[in-house]
């Protein structure tokens, strides 16, 4: 399945976003996932929803700042509130055809989508 990306841009900080991802096949039973990249940085773990269960995890600096959900077709959303200057990165989508616990590693995905760059100004 591919993966791509959209919904990023310039913002200011205390702004929201909503970012999108659509696949070009249906991802029910998939989990999903949203990583980001800053400039110079590793690609780090943003939140995932699991296949099946639907449950929901978020890296700490993000929680009850950003949502995850699906619409178990094709879509996969990122729902960001509260923005700040350090969530300024490049986001990418990413799906794998079952649950890992070592969700939060971004070498165990190998679908990604092209990422979309999304900018906080303070």
């Known amino acids: 399945v591919q993966l791509q990306a959209s919904g990023g841009g310039l913002v200011q900080a205390g702004g929201s976003l909503r970012l999108s991802c659509a696949a070009s096949g249906l991802l029910t039973g998939y989990s999903l996932g949203w990583f980001r990249q800053a400039p110079g940085k590793d690609r780090e773990f943003v939140a995932a929803?699991?296949?099946?269960?639907?449950?929901k995890y978020f890296a700490g600096s993000v929680k009850g700042r950003f949502t995850i959900s699906r619409d178990y077709k094709n879509m996969l959303y990122l729902e960001m509130k509260s923005l700040q200057p350090e969530d300024t990165a490049v986001y990418y989508c990413?799906?794998?055809?079952?649950?890992?616990?070592?969700?939060?590693?971004?070498?165990?995905?190998?679908?990604w989508g092209q990422g979309t760059l999304v900018t906080v100004s303070s």
């Open positions: 990413t799906a794998r055809p079952n649950w890992t616990t070592d969700y939060r590693n971004p070498g165990q995905y190998n679908n």
């Open positions: 929803v699991r296949g099946g269960n639907n449950a």
